[in-house]
């Protein structure tokens, strides 16, 4: 059962107070009510996850001092304002100052309820961006660009001089190759940082959903839509939005992304009101775009409005002088989050890092470095090579089954659907071999 969503609400009529501290608790909300302003700076702090609500006319520290403090204490938290009519001039000019609404006495009780409901989703996905920027800081200094290889270096070249253009961006690269973190860093490098950074993963999302998630919905836009929800497009507005695998997006909704890139607008499910957006768009994906026997029934014209300029990540068995360096960074790491030693190298693991094709490139180097710290399955011995090795015919096609696996489940993050249909074989025979093998596929697993 979802928790109900916070709302402060302050004022020194106790029976106004009362009136609608019951109007709110009735439309699902959770109030916590104060008498005066002062009462209510001694609790409030800058992560409270609702809005406030509050009157102008209030002794000793009136409501328009009241918003001035809370937004020195956080300038993202909503504030409405309750007014009479002779205080409507100075609500309009606390709402260009940065309150959030105003609402002229006496109001409709569902006037008050919308206008909480709409500043309550602002205060969500204010507080939601911000875990998200602090992660994607944190991955800035974990997972920066590592390599000294000349392609990274020309790579690094590259995003520092685009990065702070508005220009759109397509990132080419496999699998765990690092897309995300080339958005992250676009992003983090230019002046758009102070904007919010959406992602979106268009092949993780059914056809009936993915627009509904880019471009919002009002209410009762179709079955199920209660409330209205502010699209990914929308709240990139101001930043960048990052849109992974989108050589999976449904035809309907490329010609939708075709006009937001053309117009830089959009228009939410169940309604006809257009509203402009400011935002970079950078996409990636997987397979080369450019190919039209590749790239299938992805509209040309969306490739090409996308495709101003492209950034190819290396593949790692491309770059293998960075394969060393990589793996100490994620042992380091690795050590510090479990708090292990970092292992010496054994000549099995040095072998493995030399030899090993890293068809999951970074993403697959970085959890093989954990296996190793923690001396799982995996890790510090890891599987010899078919290849280099003798034995009988049959030891050496269980040996090459064995990596086979290993590689489609690191290729996959663990996840047993994709590796399956990666390998092509029944669920049943793919555990069976697990077991057979040995195999932990919880070693695979993703850790983001």
């Avoid at 699209?231 to 075709?258: C, N, W, Y």
């Avoid at 697959?364 to 078919?386: F, K, N, T």
Wanted: glycine fraction near 8%; include cysteine; hydrophobic fraction near 40%.
């Amino acid at each position: 059962m979802d928790m109900a969503i916070p709302v402060a609400l302050i004022d020194d009529d106790g029976d106004l107070r009362r009136a609608t501290t019951q109007t709110l608790e009735l439309a699902g909300f959770a109030v916590f009510a104060y008498d005066g302003a002062k009462a209510a700076l001694d609790e409030l702090a800058a992560d409270f996850a609702g809005p406030v609500v509050t009157d102008i006319r209030m002794p000793e520290i009136d409501g328009l001092q009241l918003f001035t403090m809370l937004k020195d204490m956080d300038a993202d938290l909503p504030v409405i304002l309750m007014t009479g009519h002779g205080d409507i001039p100075m609500a309009v000019q606390a709402i260009q100052d940065g309150a959030y609404d105003f609402i002229a006495k006496p109001f409709p009780a569902d006037r008050l309820v919308q206008s909480v409901r709409r500043a309550s989703e602002k205060r969500r996905l204010v507080l939601e961006n911000r875990m998200l920027r602090k992660a994607a800081d944190e991955a800035q200094e974990t997972l920066p660009l590592i390599g000294q290889t000349p392609v990274m270096d020309n790579l690094r070249k590259i995003l520092r001089h685009i990065a702070d253009t508005d220009v759109d961006v397509l990132v080419a690269g496999e699998t765990g190759s690092g897309k995300e973190v080339v958005a992250q860093i676009l992003h983090q490098w230019s002046h758009r940082r102070k904007g919010n950074f959406v992602a979106l993963n268009c092949g993780a999302l059914p056809e009936t959903v993915i627009e509904s998630e880019l471009f919002g919905h009002e209410a009762g836009a179709f079955t199920g839509a209660q409330k209205r929800r502010m699209g990914r497009i929308e709240h990139a507005s101001g930043g960048t939005l990052f849109l992974d695998e989108i050589e999976s997006m449904p035809v309907a909704t490329q010609v939708k992304m075709l006009r937001v890139l053309e117009m830089r607008e959009i228009t939410p499910l169940g309604t006809n009101e257009v509203r402009p957006v400011d935002l970079r768009v950078v996409a990636a994906a997987k397979i080369d775009l450019g190919d039209p026997e590749v790239r299938g029934d992805f509209r040309e014209d969306l490739y090409y409005r996308l495709n101003v300029v492209t950034i190819s990540i290396p593949p790692l068995r491309e770059r293998r002088d960075d394969i060393p360096l990589l793996f100490s960074h994620f042992a380091a790491r690795a050590a510090q989050r479990f708090r292990r030693e970092v292992p010496q190298l054994s000549e099995a693991v040095r072998r493995h890092l030399a030899s090993h094709s890293w068809p999951g490139n970074v993403r697959e180097l970085s959890h093989y470095a954990e296996r190793v710290v923690l001396g799982v399955e995996g890790g510090g011995a890891p599987s010899p090579s078919p290849q280099s090795t003798g034995g009988t015919l049959p030891d050496r096609l269980e040996r090459y089954e064995a990596e086979i696996i290993r590689d489609a489940l690191a290729s996959n993050d663990g996840d047993v659907r994709r590796t399956i249909e990666a390998l092509g074989i029944p669920r049943k025979t793919f555990y069976d071999k697990l077991q057979r093998h040995g195999i932990n596929r919880g070693g695979y697993a993703s850790r983001k």
